[in-house]
């Protein structure tokens, strides 16, 4: 069964300073990666996503993550801390086998930035 | 694009109570979701559907849950019988034969 890990349940960063949020996942094949964002008594909204093709991905707000293959990873990263990305950040995958494209979710880390 | 919506978007009952949530997905979205997320956890999938099928269903979804989409538009979710242990986010995301969801904003339910 495929699960997702997120390494540290909370980040503090502050303004201007780069983030880094870690997620890894264990799976059989390498399945679709997503990263979403949860503001609060809000729903989910994609950041980026990678299915194939360049590891690399840029996601929206500056954010960008990298699928290693290899340290079965997907950490999300950011250049340049701004106030308005404290928010709740979640991992999740999908089972490229499985025809729903259901998500599995890690437990999320709650940013915060410091001014 | 209106996006997906959720009503109500706050629900507080008593414990044995009946309640019913709606998700309207993105138009023309074939596919909707459900899932539950309780207070610092990520949320978990508990049923999926394609067009008006109901094609799989979490074990989370115990007998007191039931969903429907009648029509292959508009989802609700039904309790019954509620329990403190239900309090939690209920998001609805929906797709296009993708995979990628949008989800909507959750209704919040607070049962005492």
């Known amino acids: 069964a495929q699960s997702v890990t997120q390494l540290g349940s909370h980040v503090s960063v502050s303004e201007g300073a780069l983030v880094l949020l870690r997620c890894n996942y264990s799976?059989?094949?390498?399945?679709?990666l997503f990263w979403y964002v949860q503001y609060p008594n809000q729903g989910l909204q994609l950041l980026l996503k990678?299915?194939?093709?360049?590891?690399l991905v840029k996601g929206i707000n500056g954010f960008e993550a990298e699928f290693k293959k290899s340290e079965t990873s997907f950490h999300l990263t950011k250049p340049s801390a701004h106030m308005s990305d404290a928010a709740e950040y979640f991992c999740a995958v999908s089972d490229r086998r499985d025809s729903s494209y259901k998500l599995i979710f890690g437990s999320g880390t709650r940013l915060l930035v410091r001014p | 694009d209106t996006g997906v919506s959720q009503n109500p978007r706050h629900k507080i009952t008593k414990r044995g109570q009946n309640v019913t949530f709606r998700c309207d997905p993105i138009s023309e979205h074939n596919r909707l979701y459900w899932y539950r997320q309780t207070l610092g956890q990520g949320p978990e999938f508990l049923t999926y559907?394609?067009?008006?099928?109901?094609?799989?269903k979490s074990r989370l979804l115990s007998d007191r849950f039931s969903a429907e989409r009648p029509k292959g538009s508009f989802s609700t979710l039904e309790i019954q019988r509620t329990e403190q242990g239900d309090s939690a986010m209920y998001l609805c995301?929906?797709?296009?034969?993708?995979?990628?969801?949008?989800f909507g904003p959750g209704t919040r339910l607070t049962v005492l």
């Open positions: 990678y299915t194939t093709g360049a590891t």
């Open positions: 995301a929906s797709s296009f034969d993708t995979d990628t969801q949008y």
């Open positions: 799976s059989s094949v390498p399945p679709y």
């Open positions: 559907f394609q067009n008006e099928a109901q094609l799989e």
